[in-house]
T-cell receptor, first 115, second 117 residues
Framework: AQSVSQHNHHVILSEAASLELGCNYSYGGTVNLFWYVQYPGQHLQLLLKYFSGDPLVKGIKGFEAEFIKSKFSFNLRKPSVQWSDTAEYFCAVIPWGSSASKIIFGSGTRLSIRP | GAGVSQTPSNKVTEKGKYVELRCDPI?????LYWYRQSLGQGPEFLIY????????DSGLPNDRFFAVRPEGSVSTLKIQRTERGDSAVYLC???????????????FGPGTRLTVL
């Protein structure tokens, strides 16, 4: 079955530390890839997306992600985190197939930033 | 412009009761999706509408769950004979076109938190 794995359930960092959140998916065909963020008390928001082209994708708030097809990975990075980055981060995939709009989400990574 | 809205924001019901959850998508979006998010998990797909028709309902857990979108805009998720295991946040999303591709970015609403006692 198609799935998305997020390796870390909870990450705790100090401000200004660098961030990398892992994401791997299991699907051999064409995929659309996303990172969504959910700030405390808010709804899911799109952070960045990959559809095609340059595998290094830049999103909002200084985040970026790199699609490595050979590793089935789409890790999220930020060189210097801020306290306001405290949130839940979800990696997500749309595998192309019979229903090319069904998002498969990972279980999420909770990011806590110490001020 | 307005985003996706969902009502009610919270719903508490008793086991065995019937509930309806409403979603109002972004104006002009033809595709509408329902997801369910249990505590500590990512959202799980339930159903996808393209216009008025359900293009994919493979995520509905059983026949107690049903959704409609009669005029291609507002959608209602209906749950019959609710069970405690139905407790979750029900999320609605909409996208411009559906079907994948650059136009298929899904925008999520705030969700309805359903609690079945």
């Amino acid at each position: 079955a198609q799935s998305v794995s997020q390796h870390n359930h909870h990450v705790i960092l100090s401000e200004a530390a660098s961030l990398e959140l892992g994401c791997n998916y299991s699907y051999g065909g064409t995929v659309n890839l996303f990172w969504y963020v959910q700030y405390p008390g808010q709804h899911l928001q799109l952070l960045l997306k990959y559809f095609s082209g340059d595998p290094l994708v830049k999103g909002i708030k200084g985040f970026e992600a790199e699609f490595i097809k050979s590793k089935f990975s789409f890790n999220l990075r930020k060189p210097s985190v801020q306290w306001s980055d405290t949130a839940e981060y979800f990696c997500a995939v749309i595998p192309w197939g019979s229903s090319a709009s069904k998002i498969i989400f990972g279980s999420g990574t909770r990011l806590s930033i110490r001020p | 412009g307005a985003g996706v809205s969902q009502t009610p924001s919270n719903k508490v019901t008793e086991k065995g009761k019937y509930v309806e959850l409403r979603c109002d998508p972004i104006s002009g979006h033809t595709a509408l999706y329902w997801y369910r998010q249990s505590l500590g998990q990512g959202p799980e797909f339930l159903i996808y509408f393209q216009g008025t028709g359900a293009a994919d309902d493979s995520g509905l857990p059983n026949d107690r769950f049903f959704a409609v979108r009669p005029e291609g805009s507002v959608s209602t998720l209906k749950i019959q004979r609710t069970e405690r295991g139905d407790s979750a946040v029900y999320l609605c999303a909409s996208s411009l076109a559906g079907g994948g591709g650059a136009a298929d970015t899904q925008y999520f609403g705030p969700g309805t938190r359903l609690t079945v006692l």
